[in-house]
């Protein structure tokens, strides 16, 4: 690991375009013009200089991200690459890519998962790391909510099987003789008037139950954790129950909306024997949140011995065949306006982030936002270990070192501590002053990391990597 000593002697390359003047008498759009690039030492953690371009944020890819999301990067300010390409990543977009953690180089400030779900990204180390991860709920509502009303009448009218019955007549050359002969074996039954209970009444939870009530359908509804954001969304005749059997006894249709969380008072296998036996003969099953979420052994009992049905899209080994189930590609969010949506909120979340510190729609970090920094300020945020006296350590920090704090906001969430100090700059004319401040206040015991903005994209960020001052 390169030492703080060592990180300060830049490559002959970058040294004269970093630093430049040290406080500038003139504010250019509104930010306070600090040159405070930091050195990159040896650049062995980095890769080489060809990867890294000055006075832009680099932005790593992985999977195919909607162009016209990644079109809200401003080429002026943005260098956006694709895996192996972005050596230096300041941020990482991603969609069904499963991270590793040797995919982030120490560079990174923040990671985006262009959907819901973020199985696929290892959240707990990266809080450890003080990397604050992003998804985009409610970018793919819309996708998910028509596929569980197209799963409604595949459930209730044997669509599928119909398709298929014609098909093999066809190759028979019996279809027109067949037709209406054969029609009665497929007969099912009308929406209109039947119940919908929706397990999970968050983006995807409250559109289904306005599309259901448009169709006449009567409405239940179950959310131990419903935000009062949620609840005011869903509409007045969903009836809410007290309990997760209470929700599903006497439905027609049960839909599937929550999150697949491991571990004790997780939701593995939720809908399992004692939730089951609560259905009634002949209820739908619709997944299209998590397979896990569902025991499959108790769920095949239950369709061997009723007239139920499971339709899902995912995979499932024990009853992807069964004759009461439709098992379909993960077509959920598989839209291109889902994946456009779902990008673009994934872009602005990273932006606000990177250019202004602000938290919002993360899994890991505090929802943090602090109004504009003032004219001839700068702004620094911290994380930190979310333990007693870290904030006062901060803020005497910068107080001993002659800085005066704006405004400031200090929020946590779990394990982790999340700052955003607006410091002036009237008195201050040296940018030595700035970088020795930020290591002090980085190398504090229980701080991860720290970022000084001023309006230069990619620079002015320090990690306390065990000890070791990381710049």
Known sequence: MISARASIHLNSKLRSRTLGSLIQGSIKRNFAAVEVEHGRGQWQTFGDLDSYKLGKYQIKTFNKISSKGLARFPTEEYDVRTGEDALNAHAILLRSHKMKESDIPHTVRAIARCGAGTNNVPVKRMTELGIPVFNTPGANANAVKELILCSMLLGSRRIVDGINHMKDLGSQGLARERVEKDKAMFGGRELKGKTLSIIGLGHIGSTTAHAASKLGMKLKGYDPAISVQSALKLP???????????????????????????????????????????????????????????????????????????????????????????????????????????????????RSFLETGTIKNSVNFPATSLPDRPEHSVRFTIVNKNVPGRLAEITETFASNGFNILQQINQSRGEVGYNVVDIEIKEKDDVVCFKDVQEKITMLDGVLSSRVIYGQPGTGYARNLEGEYFV
Do not use: Q
Request: charged fraction near 20%; include cysteine.
């Open 236 to 350: 007045r005749s969903l009836d809410v129950a007290d309990s997760l059997a209470a929700a599903v006894s006497g439905a027609d249709y049960i839909s599937l909306n929550i999150p697949y969380i491991k571990g004790d008072g997780g939701t593995h296998g939720i809908i399992n024997a004692n939730v089951i036996e609560h259905f009634k003969n002949g209820a739908c099953l619709l997944n299209f949140a998590r397979g896990e979420l569902v025991d499959s052994e108790a769920l095949k009992g239950f369709l061997d011995t009723s007239d139920g049905r499971y339709i899902s899209d995912f995979p499932e080994d024990l009853l992807w065949d069964h004759k009461n189930t439709v098992i379909l590609p993960h077509l959920g969010a598989s839209t291109a306006e889902a994946e456009d949506a779902a990008a673009s909120m994934a872009v602005e979340t990273i």
